[in-house]
T-cell receptor, first 116, second 115 residues
Framework: EAGVTQFPSHSVIEKGQTVTLRCDPI?????LYWYRRVMGKEIKFLLH????????ESGMPNNRFLAERTGGTYSTLKVQPAELEDSGVYFC??????????????FGAGSRLTVL | AQSVTQPDIHITVSEGASLELRCNYS??????LFWYVQSPGQGLQLLLK??????LVQGIKGFEAEFKRSQSSFNLRKPSVHWSDAAEYFC?????????????FGAGTRLAVHP
């Protein structure tokens, strides 16, 4: 079974530019999550999709961040325009079934974003 | 404030030595508890989890963790560390059992292993 795949693994952009991160969840997983780890700090929840619907986007930092999951398969996370404080590692995770805390998340390797 | 605390940012041990990584949480109810590991270039991999029942849980790669309600702790242990265990370890909780699956992570502990 293929795992959660994220692309790119590392992106370096200038402040003010746009970056789009992509996540391909495990096939059949309805739940898709985005998390972020800013330099040396905790990994923090950004948002949760159930299929193509946003279930919870309470962790999105501001309106420069836009997440989509068209068709309920892969997801993209766009940052526009990027700021220095957006630098960090963006993790995607997926799980099957409902959103119970008992359903274990499978994480991708993360996309490292560096904003200069 | 509700939080997950991993008090050790870095730990260095010799290969073959025992290991204990600490994790404390500040939620009132018994949460679901997890330990994840991230090796270089890899995703977060689940080592073990605790939902209920026996408070000593076994995981992959020879790791175990013990839930202690009185101390609000879920420390990770391994009796003999291998060089391949060098990685970053994250404790995480779902704040209350039966709750929505939104993990709260600690800041992580980076483990270095001396040959």
């Amino acid at each position: 079974e293929a795992g959660v795949t994220q692309f790119p693994s590392h992106s370096v952009i200038e402040k003010g530019q746009t970056v789009t991160l992509r996540c391909d969840p495990i096939s059949g997983h309805d739940n898709l999550y985005w998390y972020r780890r800013v330099m040396g700090k905790e990994i923090k929840f950004l948002l949760h999709f159930v299929k193509e619907s946003k279930q919870d986007e309470s962790g999105m930092p501001n309106n420069r961040f836009l997440a989509e999951r068209t068709g309920g398969t892969y997801s993209t996370l766009k940052v526009q325009p990027a700021e220095l404080e957006d630098s960090g590692v963006y993790f995607c995770a997926s799980s099957w079934g409902g959103a119970s805390g008992a359903n274990v998340l499978t994480f991708g390797a993360g996309s490292r974003l560096t904003v200069l | 404030a509700q939080s997950v605390t991993q008090p050790d940012i870095h730990i260095t041990v010799s290969e073959g030595a025992s290991l204990e990584l600490r994790c404390n949480y500040s939620y009132g109810a018994t949460p679901y508890l997890f330990w994840y590991v991230q090796s270089p270039g890899q995703g977060l991999q689940l080592l073990l989890k605790y939902f209920s029942g026996d408070t000593l849980v076994q995981g992959i790669k020879g790791f175990e963790a013990e839930f202690k309600r009185s101390q609000s702790s879920f420390n990770l242990r391994k009796p003999s560390v291998h060089w391949s265990d060098a990685a970053e370890y994250f404790c995480a909780v779902v704040p209350f059992s039966g709750g929505y699956n939104k993990l709260i992570f600690g800041a992580g502990t980076r483990l270095a292993v001396h040959p």
